[in-house]
């Protein structure tokens, strides 16, 4: 079965940037979705940005202009490009494919926290 890894998180200011990774431990096959995910203490998770392996992005309202979601198919990974942090982007942010949403598995997530 796949598996998905998050890294990249860490501590950065107002206006910083970070890339996080999600990293396959296997093909995904031809046809899926990934898309970053983040929950912030006390909130619901919410939906950030998405890809398809027809490479469609979507974003949410709050990451569009900021955030970029992208892959590389020989890496085997999707990266989120985050730009001009703000505070409340503060969350752990996941990785999923859609079928693992579907029933509700989840890996550790990465830490992002923005603070000067």
């Known amino acids: 079965q796949v598996q998905l890894v998050e890294s990249g998180g860490g501590l950065v200011q107002p206006g910083g940037s970070l890339r996080l990774s999600c990293a396959a431990s296997g093909s995904i096959g031809s046809r899926y979705v990934i898309g970053w995910y983040r929950q912030a203490p006390g909130k619901q998770r919410e939906l950030v940005a998405t890809?398809?392996?027809?490479?469609?992005?979507n974003y949410a309202d709050s990451a569009k202009g900021r955030f970029t979601i992208s892959r590389d198919n020989a890496k085997n990974t999707v990266y989120l490009q985050m730009n001009s942090l703000k505070p409340e982007d503060t969350a752990v942010y996941y990785c999923n494919v859609a079928h693992l949403v579907l029933s509700d598995h989840w890996g550790q997530g990465t830490q992002v926290t923005v603070s000067s």
């Open positions: 890809i398809t392996s027809l490479n469609s992005t």
